[in-house]
Nanobody, 125 residues
Framework: QVQLVESGGGLVQAGGSLRLSCTASGRPISRYTVGWFRQAHGLEGTFVAAVSWTGGDNANYADSAKGRFTISRDNAKNTVYLQMNSLEPEDTALYYC?????????????????WGQGTRVTVSS
C-alpha cells in the first residue's frame, strides 16, 4: 500500500500563496489518481482538486478552487502539489491528500483508498 504525507501548510495573510505537497512512499504515486480535500473546523470535508495519473490538464477542481488553485504532480519525486494563490480566510482548513486506484477524478472521498494525516492552512484577514 502507499503512505501519504502532506506538508507546506502554515499561516498566511489573505491574498497570499502556499504550496502544499503530498509525498508518497511504499508505492509509486504514478499509479494513482490523487486528490486534495479540506475540512474546516466543525464542517464536513470537501473536495478541492484531483489529478489523473497522467497529470497535465487532466484535473478536476471544486468551483471554489478554480482560477486560484493548481494541482500538479511530479511522479519522479513521488509528489503531488497544490499551489494555492489568492488565499481567503474561507480557505482556512485542514488539507488532506488522498490516492485512488480509480482513474476517475472523483469528488467523493469514498472513492479514495489512502489518506494522509493532513496539513493545516490558516489564512488571516
Amino acid at each position: 500500500q502507499v503512505q501519504l504525507v502532506e506538508s507546506g501548510g502554515g499561516l498566511v495573510q489573505a491574498g497570499g500563496s502556499l504550496r502544499l505537497s503530498c509525498t508518497a512512499s511504499g508505492r509509486p504515486i504514478s499509479r494513482y489518481t490523487v486528490g486534495w480535500f479540506r475540512q474546516a473546523h466543525g464542517l464536513e470535508g470537501t473536495f478541492v482538486a484531483a489529478v489523473s495519473w497522467t497529470g497535465g490538464d487532466n484535473a478536476n477542481y471544486a468551483d471554489s478552487a478554480k482560477g486560484r488553485f493548481t494541482i500538479s504532480r511530479d511522479n519522479a519525486k513521488n509528489t503531488v502539489y497544490l499551489q494555492m494563490n489568492s488565499l481567503e480566510p474561507e480557505d482556512t482548513a485542514l488539507y488532506y491528500c488522498a490516492a485512488a486506484f480509480s482513474p476517475a477524478l472523483s469528488i467523493s472521498s469514498k472513492q479514495y483508498d489512502y489518506w494522509g494525516q493532513g496539513t493545516r492552512v490558516t489564512v488571516s484577514s
